[in-house]
């Protein structure tokens, strides 16, 4: 049902672990052509996802790569010791997947709108990332040894600046010709659960039509000529798939009374489709929500972000070295 949901509403999923869930829920067996690897730690659980065959692509609408979920509902409380751990999981997890020599030059890109908080985590992330380009040119006496020329840019969004993301992307990547991008962008999430609460990594980059329904240009190594590793943290849910995990459980709940639960059996199988299409139609079918608390998780999320992205290309740095070149 929930397959059918996501056709009638246009509906993308963003976390290939929650692909690769909703197939599994409907076959009962792992999704051919797919690998999985699990990791555990004291505030996290990562989850490695490869597609590796075509038949996988097309069935889980991912590209073939890798995809690496980290699931840390920690990220939301005030713990710093437990965010620091987030942080060193993801740089490690980043370095797995960074496959280029040292010094090479790396553009790291946050994506999103800065004046929309549910999508600015890109652009904060791009503010807490330490950039050394400049330095190799004006200051290489302030560098330490295996530090790497990192530029980073926040391109802002259609809406605001009349350019297609990727066409300034493009523009940037063909002057300062990076060896590698990062993109970081705000992602939707199947379970609000997962808002605020997951990280997910992929060597894939971005592919158009990605989120809340955005068609956009790719930001991959097909349309920019240089590999792209993706990082995203689900910040919104889309309104029609809370009100049938709603739906869906108050089901479960009339199992206690089968008189109630014979009736609604009766139902026809689109009728809860057709219910939430007449409360979204204001919204063109088209409506996401965010958590009350999200200028709060983004700024947790965007520190993890960042500090993870500098672990992984500066290896070097120590915490305090860190604020020092931030700064």
């Not at 699990?38 to 890798?66: C, F, H, N, Q, S």
Request: hydrophobic share 40%; net charge negative; glycine share 8%.
């Amino acid at each position: 049902m929930l397959s059918k949901l996501y056709r009638e509403f246009g509906i993308n999923l963003d976390l290939a672990l929650e692909a690769r869930e909703i197939i599994q829920g409907e076959t009962g067996q792992e999704v051919p052509g797919v690998q999985v690897n699990k990791e555990k730690y004291d505030y996290a659980e990562v989850t490695i996802v490869r597609i590796v065959e075509p038949y996988a692509e097309t069935l889980m609408g991912k590209p073939i790569g890798t995809y690496i979920t980290i699931e840390a509902p920690v990220i939301r409380k005030n713990n710093p010791p437990a965010h620091q751990e987030i942080t060193e999981i993801l740089a490690r997890q980043l370095t797995t997947l960074i496959n280029i020599p040292a010094y090479s030059n790396i553009l790291v890109v946050g994506l999103g709108n800065w004046r929309a908080t549910p999508d600015s985590l890109g652009p904060k992330v791009c503010s807490l990332t330490v950039v050394t380009r400049h330095l190799f040119n004006y200051a290489p006496q302030a560098l330490k040894e295996g530090m790497r020329p990192v530029s980073a840019l926040a391109p802002g969004v259609l809406g605001i600046t009349g350019i297609e993301t990727a066409e300034i992307i493009k523009g940037v990547v063909e002057k300062i010709r990076p060896e590698l991008i990062i993109a970081i962008d705000a992602l939707a999430a199947r379970s609000v659960t997962r808002i605020g609460t997951t990280i997910q990594i992929a060597d894939t980059g971005i592919s158009p039509g990605s989120g809340i329904g955005n068609q956009r240009a790719g930001i991959n190594k097909e349309t920019l000529g240089v590999p792209v590793i993706a990082v995203g943290i689900p910040t919104v849910a889309h309104a029609a798939v809370i009100a049938q995990d709603i739906l869906d459980r108050f089901l479960e709940q009339l199992k206690n009374s089968p008189h109630l639960y014979q009736i609604y059996q009766g139902l026809s199988p689109d009728f809860s489709h057709q219910v939430i299409k007449q409360v979204l139609e204001p919204f063109g079918g088209n409506l996401t929500v965010t958590p009350k608390e999200i200028d709060a998780l983004i700024h947790s999320a965007a520190e993890i972000v960042a500090g993870g992205i500098t672990l992984a290309l500066h290896p070097n740095l120590t915490p305090d070295e860190y604020r020092f070149y931030l700064h």
